[in-house]
């Protein structure tokens, strides 16, 4: 059996009672994370551009809604604005494995085609899990980033599987659904590489509006190629993404990998959520004195990713900025925490943030690069100019799926990002059907609530 074949078995015959109470709630809490960050980002350059696309559409309902609008449009540009916001100020879910992603970017396609179906709540939250399941297994089968691809490629694959049961489509149609989606969203890793512009927002929406749409041709009768991993042009080869086939298997039983991701508490690129951590508990340590040093010990990914190249050493936009572990750690111990004001242009030339980020040094440890993806060990010791040295390691920040939030933190994240968005009755209301998603029979009233004017 092929992996196309696998995948789209498994999809087809996967249902909602097959899922436990805690995926279930996980799916919530997904969710709720993720209105809460594209609430956060709505007024972003990105946002506005993606919305304003879609906005140019109009579909008559049923049919899916900008969120934040009421504006009813196609499927494929709803997950494409939709999925923009939730991504923008990277602040939504991570999954770490020989391959990184942001699964919870997979959400607005799932709720595009759930609205463009009438379809209610427990199928949002089926379909939420068969996303995640694709994506991180892929994740987990073999790295992208090594050969530099970018994660989102397997995001069409995921979202093309999850629209296709919101579609319910056959096993066969699934497949070729697959086909479609996986022969043409081959992406570079160029979209996260030197100075990052506001496409990294938009990279995976546009994998989930090309996986929504590949879905939407198959269910009219539309065949893909075959053997789309294994073929003598498939994703195997030309991507170099040798042992997937042996590596890559799909939960049965209960074992769900949405369960196994993890929350942002602090809106920076995950790498760097352990070293943040670091920082703010040695910065309590100091207590005001002066910096001499700061040494980073990390590993592969974080260093790669974030802690090299010489844009991150001054960044010169927000993207460069959540994707730069020297800005980051700067800000923590100037601060006193990373919020969404820490990345507004005028902070990327403070002073004391520039001259702490020339202190910093980051290598990567061969020790700390065993601990990772299980952890995300990051190693921070603070040199001061009176001989005090302090040091502190996390490997599992606040957030991880070994050290969650609680409900009540992730409440707390959306009322902050939901403040000025929604009116204080909005955002409970919103919360209200959100935590009791399982119950909707029409989830658009959840995703028809108005923003507030700028």
């Known amino acids: 059996m092929t992996i196309a074949r696998d995948m789209a078995r498994w999809a087809h015959q996967i249902r909602y009672e097959d899922l436990p109470d805690k ?25 506005c551009i993606a919305r304003a696309k879609a906005e140019s559409v109009n579909d008559p309902p049923p049919s899916a809604t900008v969120w934040g609008t009421g504006h009813h449009t196609s499927a494929d540009l709803a997950a494409f604005a939709n999925a923009a916001m939730v991504r923008y100020l990277d602040y939504n879910d991570t999954y770490l494995s020989l391959e990184p992603a942001h ?30 399941e694709i994506q991180c297994r892929l994740c987990d089968a073999a790295s992208l980033r090594a050969g530099g691809w970018d994660h989102v490629t397997y995001g069409a694959l995921s979202t093309a599987l999850a629209a296709g049961k919101l579609w319910g489509l056959t096993e066969d149609q699934l497949e070729h659904a697959l086909g479609l989606a996986g022969v043409c969203n081959i992406t570079t890793r160029q979209t996260r590489t030197g100075q990052i512009s506001h496409w990294k927002a938009c990279a995976f929406a546009n994998a989930g509006r090309n996986g929504v749409f590949a879905a939407d041709l198959a269910r009219r009768g539309m065949t893909g190629p075959h053997e789309i991993f294994e073929g003598p042009r498939g994703l195997m080869k030309q991507l170099n993404l040798g042992g997937i086939a042996e590596r890559f298997t799909l939960g049965r ?18 790498h760097s959520q352990s070293a943040i951590d670091a920082c703010l508990q040695l910065r309590q340590q100091i207590k005001g004195k002066v910096i001499d040093k700061i040494h980073i010990k990390s590993f592969e990914a974080a260093v790669s990713i974030i802690g090299s190249e010489p844009e991150k050493l001054r960044p010169t936009s927000r993207e460069t900025a959540d994707h730069s572990m020297f800005y980051c750690c700067a800000a923590a111990l100037v601060d006193g925490d990373v919020t969404l004001d820490t990345f507004k242009e005028e902070r990327l030339t403070d002073k004391k943030l520039l001259d702490l980020i020339d202190k910093t040094t980051i290598v990567e440890d061969a020790e700390l690069n ?25 490997d599992f920040p606040r957030g991880h799926a070994e050290n969650p939030m609680s409900d009540d933190e992730v409440v707390a994240k959306f009322k902050r990002l939901a403040k000025g968005r929604f009116s204080e009755a909005d955002a409970d209301r919103c919360l209200e059907m959100a935590w009791n998603l399982d119950t909707m029979k029409d989830v658009t009233p959840l995703f028809s609530i108005k923003v507030a004017r700028k």
């Not at 995926?23 to 946002?47: C, F, N, Q």
């Not at 699964?103 to 995640?132: E, F, H, M, W």
């Not at 039983?253 to 690129?269: F, S, V």
């Open 23 to 47: 995926t279930i709630h996980e799916v919530k809490r997904r969710m709720v994370d993720s209105i809460a960050t594209a609430l956060g980002a709505y007024w972003a350059a990105p946002s």
């Open 103 to 132: 699964p919870s970017d997979n959400l607005a396609a799932c709720v595009a085609v759930a609205q463009t179906t009438g379809k209610g709540g427990r199928d949002v939250i089926l379909a939420a899990v068969i996303a995640y």
């Open 253 to 270: 039983g209960g074992d769900y990998m949405i369960d196994k991701t993890y929350i942002k508490y602090w809106p920076a690129e995950y």
């Open 370 to 394: 065993k601990g990772y993806p299980k952890g995300i060990p990051n190693d921070v010791t603070i040199t001061c100019s009176d001989g005090t040295k302090v040091n502190k390691r996390v």
